[in-house]
């Protein structure tokens, strides 16, 4: 159970260019997912928490215009990298947490979204 | 700010031995801690999960907690190659969204 599907795995697109990643909850119900960003050899950043029906929440440092998320139903969160541009080549990682599992269940990742822009 | 603390390693252990991995958080409300390993250019998968003081197992690995210390430690027994990968440690908040922080991991090499 509780599995999270993201993508495309791999986007490689040109700088100016726009690319939509997509996190889906397939077997549970998430009003909230959380997208994650990581450069080689570091950690997790949290980026934005996606709420179901509502405005994400930016993490400080974060543009809001440049990396829009949307979250149009309780299965799907989307984020979207507007032009795109050499330095936001990363792995991007979304993750959710089905509360069905309790108060201290864990989040679910995806498999994560190279992507590569040139 | 919120911080998980992690040494990065590598830490080396022959196979067969005890891997013990360690994490300190600042966050007092933090409520749950978990374990992920990362394999390089993968995804994180959750190794195990705790919210009590104690310990707690499970097959190989055993997780500890000690709120009072803000500390938090992995103990994998009888280590294996496949184990060889990153561990991060998370830190989940009591409050708003219940946000989960990284530490910066510690990779693991478990020599045959």
């Known amino acids: 159970g509780a599995v999270v599907s993201q993508h495309p795995s791999r986007v490689i697109c040109k700088s100016g260019t726009s690319v939509k990643i997509e996190c889906r909850s397939l077997?549970?119900?998430?009003?909230?997912m959380f997208w994650y960003r990581q450069f080689p050899k570091k950690s997790l950043m949290l980026m934005a928490t996606s709420n179901e029906g509502s405005k994400a929440t930016y993490e400080q440092g974060v543009e809001k215009d440049k990396f829009l998320i949307n979250h149009a139903s309780l299965t799907l969160s989307t984020l979207t990298v507007t032009s795109a541009h050499p330095e936001d080549s990363s792995f991007y990682i979304c993750s959710a947490r089905d509360f069905v599992e309790g108060q201290h269940s864990p989040l679910h990742f995806g498999n994560g979204t190279r992507l590569t822009v040139t | 700010q919120k911080e998980v603390e992690q040494n990065s390693g590598p830490l080396s252990v022959p196979e067969g031995a005890i891997a013990s991995l360690n994490c300190t958080y600042s966050?007092?409300?933090?409520?749950?801690f978990f374990w992920y390993r990362q394999y390089s250019g993968k995804s994180p998968e959750l190794i195990m999960f705790?919210?009590?003081?104690g310990d707690k197992e499970d097959g190989r690995f055993t997780a500890q907690l000690n709120k009072a210390s803000q500390y938090v430690s992995l103990l994998i027994r009888d280590s294996q190659p496949s184990d060889s990968a990153t561990y991060l440690c998370a830190a989940q908040s009591s409050g708003g969204y219940q946000k989960v922080t990284f530490g910066t991991g510690t990779k693991l090499q478990v020599i045959p």
């Open positions: 966050d007092r409300g933090s409520q749950s």
């Open positions: 077997d549970f119900q998430a009003t909230t």
């Open positions: 705790i919210y009590s003081n």
